[in-house]
T-cell receptor, first 116, second 109 residues
Framework: GAVVSQHPSWVICKSGTSVKIECRSL??????MFWYRQFPKQSLMLMAT?????????EQGVEKDKFLINHASLTLSTLTVTSAHPEDSSFYIC????????????FGPGTRLTVL | GQNIDQPTEMTATEGAIVQINCTYQ??????LFWYQQHAGEAPTFLSY??LDGLEEKGRFSSFLSRSKGYSYLLLKELQMKDSASYLC??????????WGAGTKLIIKP
């Protein structure tokens, strides 16, 4: 089956630093990648959708200058949380979708970010 | 607006059957997914329905009625490891996933 990896799986950083999270599709080409955030006991919240080679489309309320997304290749997307603050602490999950007609998204294992 | 409704929490007994319902309202419709999510982990795919009817896959089955905007996930022979959140997500006309808040399923011995 399709495998999506994320790195790192967890990160603890000081307030004001920037954190980069990588999302890779290991055995398929991901034309579209999605970045989600999930706070405890809440559902997934879509942050942005990115297509390879083009700018990401951000959901309403998500600051594009704070959450930088780069989808430079068909197998890699990165999310950089710039100047992270404690309120950015969350579980960040990426998913990837190939070019099949059934639109299934394959999820990475998630990255737990804790900002002190 | 677009909306997905599912119960917040359900409790069932090991070995029993449970049905988790989901109703949806979306701009266009291109199928409905069910995902399982254990605490602290990412969601894993369970099922996809785009046509009306029941899809059976082992102990799990998923049903869709497009005319009613309704789906359910049926879990049989419940096991303790089935304790998790179950997320319903409908795909709209732009192939965007609209997520429900999830149903936390608690299995008791």
């Amino acid at each position: 089956g399709a495998v999506v990896s994320q790195h790192p799986s967890w990160v603890i950083c000081k307030s004001g630093t920037s954190v980069k999270i990588e999302c890779r599709s290991l055995d398929f080409q991901a034309t579209t990648m999605f970045w989600y955030r999930q706070f405890p006991k809440q559902s997934l919240m879509l942050m942005a959708t990115s297509n390879e080679g083009s700018k990401a489309t951000y959901e309403q309320g998500v600051e594009k200058d704070k959450f930088l997304i780069n989808h430079a290749s068909l197998t890699l997307s990165t999310l950089t949380v710039t100047s992270a603050h404690p309120e950015d602490s969350s579980f960040y999950i990426c998913s990837a979708r190939g070019s099949s007609d059934y639109n299934e998204q394959f999820f990475g294992p998630g990255t737990r970010l804790t900002v002190l | 607006g677009q909306n997905i409704d599912q119960p917040t929490e359900m409790t069932a007994t090991e070995g029993a059957i449970v049905q988790i319902n989901c109703t949806y309202q979306t701009s266009g419709f291109n199928g409905l997914f069910w995902y399982q999510q254990h605490a602290g982990e990412a969601p894993t795919f369970l099922s996809y329905n785009v046509l009306d009817g029941l899809e059976e896959k082992g102990r799990f089955s998923s049903f869709l009625s497009r005319s009613k905007g309704y789906s359910y996930l049926l879990l049989k022979e419940l096991q303790m490891k089935d304790s998790a959140s179950y997320l319903c997500a409908a795909t709209d006309s732009n192939y965007q996933l609209i997520w429900g808040a999830g149903t936390k399923l608690i299995i008791k011995p």
